[in-house]
């Protein structure tokens, strides 16, 4: 069985290309491509699509994990199910018969096709089932998104991955443990930041923090540790390429770590 074709975060289509992507995990942008552009193996866009004035086609597009911008976009969705964010249908004159469920809000205005069988604001649902989708095309290639980091799996044994991940060459451990994980430079590591996950944690000195509260870089990546659970490796991940003064505020955090793991817990404690 031939493995799908899966490119690895945004993309931005050129004129004239017949790509055979079966997915494509971050943002799809069309709007440099024409007629000649196609995606006619595709079937899953991780994040958002971006199709207004395209004249290409993607007809097998089953998944949309973002928004959608439809305006202007001659070709049809005909097997497009489900929409992960809001979206924009508005001049659209294609079809999307089988759509049933759009996590956000919906402009149909000036749209011909049909909204008989969509269902609005199904945001969890839509969420379900974008992620369960991502995830089976990853397996297919050996890879795993575990805490917002994709990794190439290098053995498994029961809850336990050794792993690489994509970009690196230092091989981590994940464990996992009553659908919590954690990843480690060695498995005792590992082991160690996931009883920060599963164990009780108190957030008492955080409940006089607001949004505009600054504290040095080391007390925020507590701080974050504590109330969202992240593991340490992630929380070195996500810093690898970051340069940030020596204080932050809350709200900077938020901002920074949207789509990341344990963005949504983190802003829900400080808009409360």
């Known amino acids: 069985m031939k493995t799908p ?23 799809l942008d069309c709007s440099k491509a024409d007629k000649k552009t196609t995606f006619d193996k595709l079937t899953t866009i991780g994040g958002g699509a971006y199709f207004r004035g395209w004249t290409g086609s993607a007809n097998n597009l089953t998944t949309i994990g973002g928004y959608a911008d439809f305006q202007g976009w001659t070709g049809s969705a005909d097997k497009l ?14 079809s999307a018969d089988k759509l049933t469920t759009i996590g956000g809000s919906a402009d149909f205005q000036g749209w011909t096709g049909s909204a008989d069988k969509i269902k609005l604001n199904a945001g969890q649902i839509a969420k379900t089932i974008c992620s369960d989708s991502q995830k089976a095309a990853f397996a297919a290639l050996g890879l795993v998104l575990v805490d917002g980091i994709l990794s190439k799996v290098i053995s498994k044994r029961g809850s336990v991955m050794r792993v690489v991940i994509i970009g690196k060459a230092k091989q981590l451990y994940i464990v996992e443990r009553d659908g919590k994980t954690a990843h480690g430079a060695t498995l005792a590591e590992a082991r160690a930041d996931l009883l920060v996950k599963i164990g009780n944690r108190d957030t008492t000195p955080y409940r006089t923090w607001t949004t505009k509260t600054k504290v040095s870089l080391e007390d925020m990546i507590v701080a974050y540790r504590t109330i969202t659970g992240a593991c ?22 938020i901002g920074e770590t949207v789509g990341k793991y344990g963005h949504e817990s983190f802003k829900a404690f400080f808009n409360k």
């Open 5 to 27: 074709k899966i490119h690895c975060g945004n993309l931005v289509a050129k004129a004239g290309v017949a790509y055979d992507f079966a997915e494509i995990t971050g943002k």
């Open 81 to 94: 199910t489900t929409i992960g964010g809001s979206a924009y249908f508005r001049g659209w004159t294609g």
């Open 232 to 253: 340490g490796q992630g929380c070195s991940h996500f810093l690898a390429d970051k340069n940030y003064p020596a204080k932050v505020s809350v709200e900077l955090i």
